[in-house]
């Protein structure tokens, strides 16, 4: 089946140790985006990329940064987690929303980051 | 900027009761127009979608949603819930800004708890 896969479901990590959690699909869409989700908080836009054009939302802070090698991945980098950043982190993908009518994203399972 | 209000953050219903949940935007323009339901444990879902025509939309597992372009509503319902609604419920909003398409903006979410 067509999916959205992330890597690892949960993860720890010590204050300001850097740590990456990775995206992949089997969708081949053009489009990936990376939400921050606190608990009873909506899904946060933190950047997207249309295809390798990244695109950083004004409010996302510095300590995160994001890569997409090619098609099928996107990582999220945070270079120095503070206890503010623990939360869950969404990857969703979709396809160009210029071609169609709507802009409908898949997510994926999430990746729950402690910071200890 | 757009953004999205969900009146109510924890609805608690039993089995066959009705049930609407309310969502409101702010946008004057173009806009599409989402739910999506997280059931415990997993991923966000698509629930159900309005980008043109008929304004009463009808999604999976018997939900449907009016958009109310005078109203900036987009509520969700359903005649009947079964404990197996239990979920949380976003409601999400992506407007046509000329700049970019891309950015779904999300609700805080309603937690519905059904009981049996």
């Known amino acids: 089946d067509a999916m959205v896969i992330q890597n690892p479901r949960y993860q720890v990590t010590q204050f300001g140790k850097p740590v990456t959690l990775s995206c992949s699909q089997t969708?081949?869409?053009?489009?990936m985006y990376w939400y921050q989700q606190k608990s009873s908080q909506a899904p946060k836009l933190l950047f997207h990329?249309?295809?390798?054009?990244?695109?950083n939302e004004a409010d996302t802070p510095d300590n995160f940064q994001s890569r997409r090698p090619n098609t099928s991945f996107c990582f999220l980098d945070i270079r120095s987690p503070g206890l503010g950043d623990a939360a869950m982190y969404l990857c969703?993908?979709?396809?160009?929303?210029?071609?169609?009518?709507?802009?409908?994203?898949?997510f994926g399972p999430g990746t729950r980051l402690t910071v200890l | 900027a757009q953004s999205v209000s969900q009146h109510n953050h924890h609805v608690i219903l039993s089995e066959a009761a009705s049930l609407e949940l309310g969502c409101n935007y702010s946008?004057?323009?173009?806009?599409?127009l989402f739910w999506y339901v997280q059931y415990p444990g997993q991923h966000l879902q698509l629930l159900l979608k309005?980008?043109?025509?008929?304004?009463l939309v009808r999604g999976i597992k018997g939900f449907e949603a009016e958009f109310i372009k005078s109203k900036f509503s987009f509520n969700l319902r359903k005649p009947s819930v079964q404990w197996s609604d239990t979920a949380e419920y976003f409601c999400?909003?992506?407007?046509?800004?000329?700049?970019?398409?891309?950015?779904?903006?999300f609700g805080k979410g309603t937690l519905l708890t059904v009981n049996p």
């Open positions: 969703a993908t979709s396809r160009d929303p210029d071609r169609g009518a709507y802009n409908e994203q898949f």
């Open positions: 969708l081949n869409h053009n489009v």
């Open positions: 990329y249309y295809d390798k054009d990244f695109n």
């Open positions: 946008y004057g323009g173009t806009v599409n």
């Open positions: 309005y980008f043109s025509g008929d304004p």
């Open positions: 999400a909003v992506n407007a046509h800004s000329g700049g970019s398409n891309y950015k779904l903006t």
